[in-house]
Nanobody
């Protein structure tokens, strides 16, 4: 089992920035990737960014490319960040951290989520 804990959400004005953090604990040694997803009211959860744990390559949703950056602390800490710049009202959502285990195809562990609200 892996436990994920997000932090860093809040209220920010249009054009502002926030940095989200996610710390994984438990059976993290089997982690193959970590990612960020978000869910806005009345919408389905959507992919934001993900990072392969070996090699650190990162993918982004088109809607956040050039504005959001996913990074990690020392790999042994299983801590990732999501730096969000030039925030827009449409970025308002609950942001979730997730991890995928080696040999798995699904994102199988999720944090409790952190609210990000962008006011215009």
């Amino acid at each position: 089992q892996v436990q994920l804990a997000e932090s860093g959400g809040g209220l920010v004005q249009v054009g502002g920035s926030l940095r989200l953090s996610c710390v994984a604990s438990g059976s993290t040694i089997y982690t193959n990737a970590m990612g960020w997803f978000r869910q806005a009211p009345g919408k389905e959860r959507e992919f934001v960014a993900a990072m392969r744990w070996s090699g650190g390559s990162t993918e982004y949703a088109d809607s956040v490319k050039g504005r959001f950056t996913m990074s990690r602390a020392h790999p042994a800490t299983y801590t990732v960040y999501l730096q969000m710049n030039s925030l827009k009202p449409e970025d308002t959502a609950v942001y979730y951290c997730s991890s995928k285990s080696v040999g798995g195809t699904n994102w199988n562990y999720w944090g409790q989520g952190t609210q990000v609200t962008v006011s215009s």
